[in-house]
């Protein structure tokens, strides 16, 4: 039986609806032998995602578990937290890197996008995430980024960047949502150390 765990973590004002996660579930699902796929609804709040993702992952994933991380925008964000906690995987799709400073413009009322659910993004916020951020990242080779070139949100040359000596694949275009990622997926399963289908 597989012992391999991939935790997939939404972006800002998303959840586990989002295409992307969904995508990856499937193809999960469909391996001879699948892995266990875990997509939580992140809350809005950084401390509180990062407390509810870390309960879950102590309370599942065994000591011979490999854990993967796959975050998306916000989601890669607190993937490289974690990975840097737990000592596990990620992989990083069109990662926010300073999203204390990306996010400002958008302070105040907020609507999630799937839930309706109604907030107001605060400097408290903010804070919770500069409390999250990592200034030198470890063992690289643990890291896959997958980034477009036309993402609108992120500057991917920043991206690069940051995740210097990881496995990077840039793509040329395309948009910051990246909802056509199916040909990425094998890579992503494969990175995590699950062998696809054919």
Not at 72 to 82: D, E, R
Not at 144 to 169: H, K, N, P, T
């Amino acid at each position: 039986m597989n012992r391999a765990t991939l935790v997939y973590l939404h972006g800002f004002n998303s959840s586990p609806q989002t295409v992307k996660g969904r995508k990856l579930a499937a193809a999960a699902a469909a391996l001879d032998d699948p892995p266990r796929v875990h997509v939580p609804a992140l809350h809005h709040r950084p401390a509180l995602a990062m407390r509810d993702v870390r309960v879950w992952i102590d309370a599942n994933v065994g000591e011979f578990s490999e854990l993967t991380f796959v975050g998306s925008s916000l989601g890669g964000f607190y993937a490289t937290w974690l990975t840097e906690h737990y000592g596990a995987r990620a992989v990083v799709i069109n990662p926010s890197v300073r999203p204390a400073s990306s996010l400002a413009a958008y302070l105040g009322p907020q609507r999630n996008l799937h839930t309706g659910e109604a907030w107001e993004l605060t400097p408290a916020h903010f804070a919770e995430l500069e409390a999250l951020a990592i200034p030198s990242l470890t063992r690289m080779d643990r890291y896959f980024l997958l980034m477009r070139s036309g993402d609108e949100l992120i500057d991917w040359r920043e991206a690069v960047a940051r995740y210097a000596g990881a496995w990077q694949y840039v793509a040329g275009g395309g948009n910051h949502g990246w909802e056509d990622i199916d040909d990425e997926i094998p890579s992503v399963l494969r990175f995590a150390g699950v062998a696809r289908t054919t």
